[in-house]
């Protein structure tokens, strides 16, 4: 779907709903009314709203952490929340250093953040940046789906950990909530003020810590989940050995009869073995990078050389040794063996029908060096490429490669491959790539979220942290509550000018600019 059907298709649903509603808070005042209040449901422009006074949510957390009083749950929770103590802490130096890096550094690759939604991941280069992350812009819309539902798993489990954790401390929930802002989803806890102003200065950071914790930790979960698909996965798929076609765009140049099919097990492109998605696209950068050249015999030569006069040039400026109108041939030219003195039997350039030409190729040569027959390297446009793709069915019979002369990239933007090869036909690669796309999602929005809340920033917890700390620390020094609330407007002021210049930046270099 385009973006813009996707974001006015998307408007048109929220107007929908904001008429209804204010009508029905005209004609049907008191009965919507009831509904509204009932359901904790609120509709604002491009906004959904759901709000619950959290008796039954708290009950169930009233369970959860005060089971059999002082047991093995309750303590294990409590050391738990003090690791998130601690990993909060080490985490701010962390997130002020990457939003300094950000703010100065001026190189646009590296290792990569998303700020959208407090998400954050590394590379293996040096450079740090922030990108953030926009279905539509610089996020295929086709993955709204894994945005959406792993912000709303983030979030909520960013929430439950500061509920849980209030609920050990004996901190009332007054309410929990849920707001949809356009695509955006956000979730909140409310505690009882008073009740988390009384605590002791480490019992009120393990509250405040505890949705980074939550959050790091599901992190890890996912993460190991990740790492071991390809034991969890192996009963039912293939994995590591093969890819297997799962998409052909509309308008990519592979499809058709003589083409790939969806389903197509790939094993190996040109001398290249396809194993993987990752060694899948080291393939294809190869094929553009390394013109290779066939093993041809001499008698396959002089029967079907089709070799024109060579003294012009084409209109590219390349040699040209074929009729130009005829798409079926190329001009071959002979790659000397270095390690042989005798002369060639063969000319230089000659003209072969390519598909025949490869179809009896006894293999690839790179230097000049074949076991049998000579070394023939085709004479193609910069970026063209010949692409042999060998290919399988899913009981592993051998099918006819398919031969494509073109760009690699054509190839890598319009057929896509699964490295899930399924061991029955009724099983589709395509469940265990959204599970590990979903997992991917959140491992980087996890360790985000934990990140940006660790900041001292408004509207995060970091902000929250700094103030505890500061009137914890300080209060034997600065009396005056005042001066303590000064200082720390003043840390979390900063930090919320280094986070909004990386947004500034961020917004300019992955947003901005490349619309202009």
Known sequence: MDPVVFFVVLSSIYGVMYFFDRFFKSCMHYPY??????????????????HSSAS????????????????????????????????SFLLLPVGIILLIITIFSGSESGTTSSAASASATTASTPAVQLEILLPGVNLPLQEIGYYIATLVLCTLLHELGHALAAVLEDVPVTGFGFKLYFCLPLAYTELS????????WFRKLRILCAGIWNNFLFAGLCYLLISTLSITMS??????????VTELTSKSPLRGERGL???NVLTHLNDCPVTSEDSWLECLQQAQQIRLGYCISSDFIRLNDESIDISH?????????????????SCFEYVEDITVDAPAEIPQHVCLNVRRTLEDSNGYCRTGACPQGYCLRPMLHNTTSILVFKRQNLEGQTLSPVI?????????RTVRVSGFVPHYSQLSSAWPDAWSLLLKYNVVFSIGLALINAIPCFGFDGAHITSTVI???????????????????????????????????????????PLL
């Not at 009963?235 to 890819?243: D, L, Q």
């Not at 040039?313 to 041939?329: K, S, T, W, Y």
């Not at 909004?500 to 947003?511: H, I, M």
């Open 193 to 200: 003020h008073d009740h988390l102003n009384g605590l002791r």
């Open 235 to 244: 009963p039912f798929y293939i994995i590591n050995e093969f890819v297997i």
């Open 471 to 513: 009137h914890s620390f300080l209060v034997g020094r600065v009396e005056e509550h005042a001066k303590r609330d000064l200082i720390s407007l003043i840390i979390t002021s900063v930090g919320s000018l280094l986070f909004g210049l990386a947004l500034v930046k961020v917004a300019w270099l992955s947003l901005l600019r």
């Open 261 to 263: 099919k969806l389903d």
């Open 313 to 329: 040039h084409g209109a590219d400026g390349r040699l040209q040794c074929c009729e130009e109108r005829n798409p079926n041939v």
């Open 56 to 87: 039954a949510f708290n009950r169930m957390l009233i369970r959860w952490g005060s089971t059999s009083g002082s047991s093995f749950t309750r303590n294990f929770l409590v050391k738990s929340f003090n690791m998130g103590v601690v990993l």
């Open 404 to 412: 494509y002369v073109g760009q690699p990239r054509d190839v890598l």
């Open 33 to 50: 009314d009831a509904f509204l209040r009932n359901t904790g449901l609120n509709v604002n422009f491009m906004s959904l709203h759901w």
